[in-house]
Structures are given as C-alpha cells and as structure tokens.
Antibody, heavy 119, light 103 residues
Framework: QVQLVESGGGLVKPGGSLRLSCAAS????????MNWIRQAPGKGLEWVSY????????YYADSVKGRFTISRDNAKNSLYLQMNSLRAEDTAMYYC????????????WGQGTLVTVSS | DIQMTQSPSSLSASVGDRVTITCRAS??????LAWYQQKPGKVPKLLIY???TLQSGVPSRFSGSGSGTDFTLTISSLQPEDVATYYC?????FGPGTKVDLK
C-alpha cells in the first residue's frame, strides 16, 4: 500500500521558517507528480504547490509564491517544502499527496503535519 | 484561475436518501473533475476522478456526472458512514466543500 509520511511541522513565530518533508514508499516515487495541500483549522482545502516527476515543472499558489519552495529528491523518495517568511495565515495542516498528472486528481494522501505560526 | 463553487454548502438527510451535490467551475477546461470525501478528523480520500470514474474500493452508491462547467456527485442511498465533507477539484482549485449530516 502506498505510504506518504510527512514531518517537520511545529510552532514557529511570524517571519520564521520551517522545512517540511514527505517520505514516500511502496511505489515508484520518480514516476509521479507530487503535491502539497493545506487545510487551515475548520477550513477547506488549498493547493499549495506541485512538482512534476522530474522536478522540471513547479506550481505555487499565489498565496505562497516567493515564500515557499518545493523540491524533491527522487534518489531518497522524498518531497520537501521550504517555508520562509511565515505568516499567521499559513497556520494549517499540510498534506503531501500523490498526483497522477499535472493538476490532476490526488490518489494518495499522507496523514499531514501541523504548522502553527504564532508569536 | 478557475473558481469552484459547490451547492449546497451543507445538507441533512436520512439514511437511505438519495443525496446530490453540485459543483460549478467558472470556466471549462481540459482538466478533469475529481471528488474527495473527508470524514471528521481524517485525511481527504479520493472518491471519483475524471468526472465519473470510481476510485478502487469506493462503494458503488457513489457516482459522478457532468461536463463543461457543471458537475454532480450523487450518493444513491446515504449510509451513516457517509457523514463527511465533500470537495470537488478541478485543476489546482478545490471547491469550498459540502458538509453532509444525518437528519
């Protein structure tokens, strides 16, 4: 069964940084598009960022553009999200999700890692 | 960017009822439409992709239809385990969600 395990969340002050990781297993990681989706407490889903299988194509939501950087290491079966200049409105559960195609459906999701931005 | 709307925002129905949720996109595109189910405190789960294709393991009481900008998720006979929030997704945009409760 496909497994996605996020880590790296926590409490950080406004303006601070965090790096999220997603460890993938039980599928050929380098064959798939990967995504970060977030959900603020009590709110809906927001697509944060996407990276193609090779890493050559990347998308960011306007709300995080210029502050967040997505990357992947296919040799380590890992996905990352570097988050800088964090704001209170970035507080959310961050999910790693596997995509079948660019902007396509997300067939497997991790359990999520919680990021809280607060002074 | 595409905007997605869903209606209703919430509904209450009885066990066995037929439930219909509508999703509308602000513009048509090549991107297919997907539906997700999120139970309280749980991770979103893919139900339907490419408008009407049921994800493996999803009960057949769930179905999807539509084209262009208007899409529908139908639960033919609501079960207690279907209490959840349902989200549509087209491209990089999710709908705001429809919360389904038991009456």
């Amino acid at each position: 069964q496909v497994q996605l395990v996020e880590s790296g969340g926590g409490l950080v002050k406004p303006g601070g940084s965090l790096r999220l990781s997603c460890a993938a297993s039980r599928f050929i990681f380098s064959d798939y598009y990967m995504n970060w989706i977030r959900q603020a407490p009590g709110k809906g889903l927001e697509w944060v960022s996407y990276i193609s299988s090779s890493g050559n194509t990347i998308y960011y939501a306007d709300s995080v553009k210029g502050r967040f950087t997505i990357s992947r290491d296919n040799a380590k079966n890992s996905l990352y999200l570097q988050m800088n200049s964090l704001r209170a409105e970035d507080t959310a559960m961050y999910y790693c999700a596997r995509g079948v195609s660019a902007a396509g459906h997300l067939d497997y999701w991790g359990q999520g890692t919680l990021v809280t931005v607060s002074s | 960017d595409i905007q997605m709307t869903q209606s209703p925002s919430s509904l209450s129905a009885s066990v066995g009822d037929r439930v219909t949720i509508t999703c509308r996109a602000s513009q048509g595109s090549r991107d297919y439409l997907a539906w997700y189910q999120q139970k309280p405190g749980k991770v979103p789960k893919l139900l339907i992709y490419a408008v009407s294709t049921l994800q493996s393991g999803v009960p057949s009481r769930f179905s999807g239809s539509g084209s262009g900008t208007d899409f529908t998720l139908t639960i033919s006979s609501l079960q207690p385990e279907d209490v959840a929030t349902y989200y549509c997704q087209k491209g990089f945009t999710f709908g705001p969600g429809t919360k389904v409760d038991l009456k």
